[in-house]
């Protein structure tokens, strides 16, 4: 004979059960694996995809210029570049696109970017989340639970100088809240 479930431990497991699913969720946003994943990924291509041209308008981007993308989510934006940098010879330019606020130490991580890139190579990172955009405070309730990083302008200057990077120029487009940041590896 089976016991009644107790109508508290009942609601207990339910919350237990949401709570699983939306770490589970947050986490495949982070780091989209299986059929999941594959749908986080695609949903990132579209909505990225404006974002992205906007912040790649920045920097030229060369025919054999070799491009890194760090955090390439559902592999759009190298798309994009393949087709512009068809006969790439030396690492030139990595981008970043909404991948940024997840790098477990962004300073070391963009140290780790200068390293390898040829002395006058580029770093572009671009995103649609940062703090004081117009749309923050929307935005900061879904960003806090993935342990994102949330910069300001001037913070973004800031890594960016902190890390090495020369030539520092930040990009906003305020109607839509973007933000592009472009560094250069010194001569």
């Not at 960003?143 to 302008?153: A, D, E, I």
């Amino acid at each position: 004979m089976l016991l009644p479930i107790n109508r508290s431990i009942e609601q207990l497991l339910i919350y237990l059960l949401l709570v699983a699913v939306l770490l589970y969720t947050l986490n495949q946003v982070r780091r989209p694996t299986k059929w999941v994943g594959r749908f986080f990924l695609w949903i990132m291509n579209m909505s990225h995809s404006s974002v992205t041209d906007w912040g790649l308008k920045h920097v030229e981007i060369e025919e054999h210029f070799t491009i890194l993308d760090v955090g390439c989510g559902g592999g759009r934006t190298i798309e994009k570049l393949a087709a512009l940098a068809r006969r790439g010879m030396v690492l030139k330019l990595v981008t970043a696109v909404e991948t940024q606020y997840y790098w477990p130490d962004l300073v070391k991580d963009m140290q780790e970017i200068l390293r390898v890139l040829k002395p006058g190579g580029t770093l572009i990172v671009i995103a649609e989340s940062y703090k004081k955009r117009a749309y923050d405070r929307r935005q900061r309730p879904v960003m806090k639970p993935l342990r994102s990083t949330n910069l300001g302008v001037n913070e973004h200057r800031e890594l960016f100088s902190t890390a090495g990077f020369t030539d520092i120029q930040i990009f906003e487009e305020r109607t839509k809240g973007w933000i592009c940041g472009i560094g250069k590896k010194p001569v």
